[in-house]
């Protein structure tokens, strides 16, 4: 039983490019949610996708956008990048009908140059 | 707002003996859930212990065990009979049912041979 897998596990960009980061949730788990990790800092919520559509959100500007597919699978973009969007991604993933604690992925470093 | 405090950005103990890693939040909720994740340099986050808010008892796994305080709102978690491999960045974290986690700054614990 695989559990959540993101690709890829890094990625280098320089600022103004654009970025897209993926994440399959682990089986059975219908629910997606991002989340961004500065060096040295706790992870920060930045939105949770159920049903193919954004559930909540965080803190975090327009640029950063997703999406989820009808396999439960979601994609994290992120446009015009700036340096302080380097940080480590990860996603996780749950169940909305079992009350269970979300699976992590590995994460995806990011580092803008 | 919600807020997670974790007042030790680092901590050591030698191996084999026992460590308290500290713990306070925020909420004016009363149904929520209590995390400790650990995350080693490989980057995954892994579940360490799990604590519902409305249980008294305090949960233990194994070697790990929390003090969960609920009106003093404070959830430490003791390592018993440290182990080279529980050296990590340890975060607290609280998730109310249907949102998403709140993570405190983490605490980095070095296990000393």
């Known amino acids: 039983d695989a559990g959540v897998t993101q690709s890829p596990t890094h990625l280098i960009k320089t600022r103004g490019q654009q970025v897209t980061l993926r994440c399959s949730p682990k089986?059975?788990?219908?629910?997606v949610s991002w989340y961004q990790q500065a060096l040295g800092q706790g992870p920060q919520f930045i939105f949770q996708?159920?049903?193919?559509?954004?559930?909540q959100r965080g803190n975090f500007p327009d640029r950063f956008s997703g999406h989820q597919f009808p396999n439960y699978s979601s994609e994290l973009n992120v446009n015009a990048l700036l340096l302080g969007d380097s940080a480590l991604y990860l996603c996780?993933?749950?169940?909305?009908?079992?009350?269970?604690?979300?699976?992590f992925g590995d994460g995806t470093r990011l580092s803008i140059l | 707002a919600q807020t997670v405090t974790q007042s030790q950005p680092e901590m050591s103990v030698q191996e084999a003996e026992t460590v308290t890693l500290s713990c306070t939040y925020d909420?004016?909720?009363?149904?929520?859930?209590l995390f400790w994740y650990k995350q080693p340099p490989s980057r995954q986050m892994i579940l360490v212990i799990r604590?519902?808010?409305?249980?008294?008892q305090n949960a233990t796994e194994n070697r790990f065990s929390v003090n969960f305080q609920k009106a003093a709102k404070s959830f430490s978690l003791k390592i018993s009979d440290s182990q080279l491999g529980d050296t990590a960045m340890y975060f607290c974290?609280?998730?109310?049912?249907?949102?998403?986690?709140?993570f405190g700054p983490g605490t980095r614990l070095s296990v000393l041979p």
């Open positions: 996780a993933s749950s169940s909305r009908k079992r009350n269970q604690p979300q699976h």
């Open positions: 089986s059975g788990h219908d629910t």
């Open positions: 996708y159920y049903e193919e559509e954004e559930r």
């Open positions: 909420t004016s909720e009363n149904n929520y859930y």
């Open positions: 604590q519902e808010a409305y249980k008294q």
């Open positions: 974290a609280f998730i109310i049912y249907g949102q998403n986690f709140v």
